[in-house]
């Protein structure tokens, strides 16, 4: 079946620190990734996505690249700051209905 | 308002209790969703709709109902409401096209719903 697996959280990291969050995928066929943002007592808002083999989505300072080959859509930030401070979640869209990972929570600090 | 938006943003009822959540969509978008969030299971997919009178079940849909006999709205009804039931429900909409690789996926503010 299609399914997401993010890294456990809560990540905490220090203003400036480097940020990755993992996310592997199991899927049949050429789904479409996401990262999805949700901050405190709102919805999900669309970070970045990606819709094939090697693309790298990008936005805020944040990429992640589409790797086929271990079906990974890993996120990094170089620089985080306090208001990246939110829940993150990976998302697959194989066909209808997008899957979702458990969703990271990182808190920075200053 | 243009957007989605979900009514009530916060509710508390009771066992037993039909409830049931709106979700109204200004786009015209084809698809429509209904998830829930709990801790430890990101978001779960309950129901969702192609089109108008057009639903599929998601990953959780028992103690479900929903309808869609406008493209604009899709209500989700609890039956009889159950403690476990307990959770934020999010709405989202989105526009497919087979012209377009364009397949963003809008949400809803979420509504905080507690079964006593």
């Known amino acids: 079946g299609n399914s997401v697996t993010q890294m456990e959280g809560p990540v905490t990291l220090s203003e400036e620190a480097f940020l990755t969050i993992n996310c592997t995928y199991t899927?049949?066929?050429?789904?479409?990734l996401f990262w999805y943002v949700q901050y405190p007592g709102e919805g999900l808002q669309l970070l970045l996505k990606a819709t094939k083999a090697d693309d790298k989505g990008s936005n805020k300072g944040f990429e992640a690249t589409y790797r086929k080959e271990t079906t990974s859509f890993h996120l990094e930030k170089g620089s985080v700051q306090v208001s990246d401070s939110a829940v993150y979640f990976c998302a697959l869209l194989p066909r209808n209905d997008m899957r979702f990972g458990a969703g990271t929570r990182l808190t920075v600090k200053p | 308002d243009a957007g989605i938006t979900q009514s009530p943003r916060y509710k508390i009822t009771e066992t037993g209790r039909q409830v049931t959540l709106m979700c109204h969509q200004t786009?015209?978008?084809?698809?429509m969703f209904w998830y829930r969030q709990d801790l430890g299971h990101g978001l779960r997919l309950i129901y969702y709709s192609a089109a108008a009178d057009i639903t599929d079940k998601g990953e959780v849909p028992d103690g479900y109902v929903v309808s869609r006999s406008k493209t604009e709205n899709f209500p989700l009804t609890l039956e009889s409401a159950t403690r476990s039931q307990t959770s934020v429900y999010f709405c989202?909409?989105?526009?497919?096209?087979?012209?377009?690789?364009?397949?963003?996926?809008?949400f809803g503010p979420g509504t905080r719903l507690t079964v006593l």
């Open positions: 899927a049949t066929g050429y789904p479409s």
């Open positions: 989202a909409s989105r526009q497919d096209s087979p012209l377009i690789n364009y397949n963003e996926q809008f």
């Open positions: 786009w015209s978008h084809s698809y």
